[in-house]
């Protein structure tokens, strides 16, 4: 029955053009249809990320890994983004409380593994929140705002959740924190961020462009007010995958696309992470995804095709991701400092 009241949901907004590459302006009042509760019987598992650009490249091939490792019991998994370009937490406070419908929200499934994200503009997070029967509710924090005390102490984080706690159609949704990474020091990298200088300047000065001190400051963060917090049943530290995949031969320049955003290898390890994370995976055997179709591509020069992966990427990507699964706050170099495949 969901699964073509979804179907359905879909159908509807494809026909009012409200998914699209661009988007289009939405009502004052919202028209997203009505979500029923589901019957027992189906088992569909729903994620929402109230995040930024940096959790759109995270969750961007969930669905393409997660359909190609599998999905254990689950007849579907779909993913959800609520993105407004660098949100901060106080950004999210200020956009909840204004309703302001300024959030693109991005919308993936394991139904459609080869298809990326489809998106729709002009939501508020009372929209996103109203979407779907979410049975997870991810959080958080961008820009630097994870490297400080005040993120995590100042009350933003609990007014965000209860609001969602307010909102959510599922009253068993439970709460999930993404960890994400910090700025690159790649001095190419950097200037090809349309943001900077100012952009890094507002990162990474105070820090002295000092990499390592960044994040071990994240990481102080994220053990202090996350891990030791048991309301946050998912954890998912992709942050340390990107970080461990860059001490390989692939480096900064193969993982970050710019100073802060992921290339599409950085973009297939952090999904990776998601779907181990999400399954309880503890080690991956094998990387399974051998192709990134190219409608995924974002960082590639040649869009036109698909991206097939080399035995040394695969094998950068299983490594990173099962260092992490060791050491979720711990950057573990990699073994590959030179290409296994050539």
């Not at 393409?64 to 490792?69: R, S, T, Y």
């Not at 080690?283 to 960082?299: H, N, R």
Request: aromatic fraction near 10%; hydrophobic fraction near 35%; charged fraction near 20%.
């Amino acid at each position: 029955m969901l699964k073509r009241l979804l179907t359905l949901t879909m159908a509807i907004l494809l026909t009012l053009g409200m998914f699209s590459g661009c988007g289009t302006a939405a009502p004052e009042e919202t028209t997203l249809p009505a979500v029923t509760e589901p019957e027992e019987e189906a088992k569909i598992l729903k994620i929402l990320t109230l995040g930024s650009s940096s959790s759109v490249d995270s969750n961007h091939m969930i669905n393409l890994v997660a359909a190609a490792e599998g999905i254990g019991d689950y007849e579907e998994v779909v993913i959800g983004t609520l993105y407004y370009s660098g949100c901060k937490l106080s950004q999210h406070v200020k956009f909840l409380r204004e309703n302001s419908n300024v959030y693109v929200l991005y919308i993936s499934s394991t139904a459609t593994p080869e298809q990326p994200p489809k998106t729709m503009s002009d939501v508020t997070m009372y929209d996103a929140l109203k979407f779907d029967y979410w049975d997870v509710i991810m959080l958080q924090a961008s820009g630097n705002e994870h490297m400080t005390d005040d993120a995590f102490t100042n009350g933003d984080i609990q007014t965000i959740r209860n609001y969602v706690e307010e909102h959510r159609l599922n009253p068993l949704a439970v709460y999930g924190w993404h960890a994400i990474g910090v700025s690159s020091t790649d001095p190419d990298l950097i200037a090809m961020y349309p943001y900077t200088p100012n952009g890094y300047e507002t990162t990474a000065s105070k820090y002295n462009y000092d990499r390592n001190l960044m994040l071990t400051e994240r990481t102080d963060r994220l053990a202090r007010y996350i891990m030791t917090d048991p309301s946050y049943v998912y954890v998912v530290p992709s942050c340390t995958a990107v970080e461990n995949a860059i001490t390989s031969y692939i480096g900064q320049k193969g993982i970050k696309r710019d100073y802060t955003h992921l290339t599409d290898v950085g973009r297939l390890i952090a999904s990776y992470v998601w779907y181990c994370k999400l399954f309880g995976v503890e080690q991956l055997q094998e990387i399974k995804v051998d192709v990134i179709p190219k409608a995924f591509l974002k960082s590639a020069i040649d869009k036109t095709q698909d991206k097939v992966l080399t035995e040394g990427e695969k094998a950068v990507i299983l490594e990173a991701v099962n260092n992490t699964l060791k050491e979720p706050l711990k950057i573990t170099p990699s073994q590959y400092t030179v290409d296994p495949g050539q």
